[in-house]
T-cell receptor, first 114, second 112 residues
């Protein structure tokens, strides 16, 4: 089982709809969770982080964390064509081999159709 | 603010040659990282540094070495490049290890 799992997609949604991106993780001790957006040919950029169970909202983005079920999700409301990108889930699983291990999922490609 | 810079932007390298990928940050972040990103495999950690003067091995360190002589610079060296090291390399930094990471623009390396 991969430590951080994401469906690679592509996930296609019409403009104005809600895009729902999901991520599951295997280590129950994981403490912090990050969502990065990566446009084609560019570097990842942080859009959200969440540490506690529940929802965290920032503009059109909402991160949801459920530690009991070991999943974290990202909702994008009123999706725009400019949201088309690959979304990476990253999980900090704590110290491993001398460092704080952050494991990235392979990313979900989102396509917003005008 | 420049953030994190990487050089070169891209490079074609003959197998067996050595090369150093440069990474500089101006945010005074303590932690720095080198990742490679390959299709279908995502981002994988090569080496990391918790603070200046210390380095450690990540998930895929073989064939790579790093140094951290000061806070700002974290070069990655390939001593003898092989085709399997063809990848996009990202340098990143964070205030400390449990904080969000900021990424450089990347270096696209092709080893022939």
């Amino acid at each position: 089982q991969k430590e951080v799992e994401q469906n690679s997609g592509p996930l296609s949604v019409p403009e104005g709809a809600i895009a729902s991106l999901n991520c599951t993780y295997s280590d129950r001790g994981s403490q912090s969770f990050f969502w990065y957006r990566q446009y084609s040919g560019k570097s990842p950029e942080l859009i959200m982080f969440i540490y506690s169970n529940g929802d965290k909202e920032d503009g059109r983005f909402t991160a949801q964390l459920n530690k009991a079920s070991q999943y974290v999700s990202l909702l994008i409301r009123d999706s725009q064509p400019s949201d088309s990108a690959t979304y990476l889930c990253a999980v900090n699983t704590g110290y491993s081999g001398g460092y704080q291990k952050v494991t990235f999922g392979i990313g979900t490609k989102l396509q917003v159709i005008p | 603010t420049a953030g994190i810079t990487q050089a070169p932007t891209s490079q074609i390298l003959a197998a067996g040659r050595s090369m150093t990928l440069r990474c500089t940050q101006d945010m005074r972040h303590n932690a720095m990282y080198w990742y490679r990103q390959d299709l279908g495999l995502g981002l994988r950690l090569i080496h990391y540094s918790n603070t200046a003067g210390t380095t450690g091995k990540g998930e895929v360190p073989d064939g790579y070495s790093v140094s951290r002589a000061n806070t700002d610079d974290f070069p990655l060296t390939l001593a003898s490049a092989v085709p399997s090291q063809t990848s996009v390399y990202f340098c990143a930094s964070s205030v400390s290890f449990d904080n969000e990471q900021f990424f450089g623009p990347g270096t696209r390396l092709t080893v022939l």
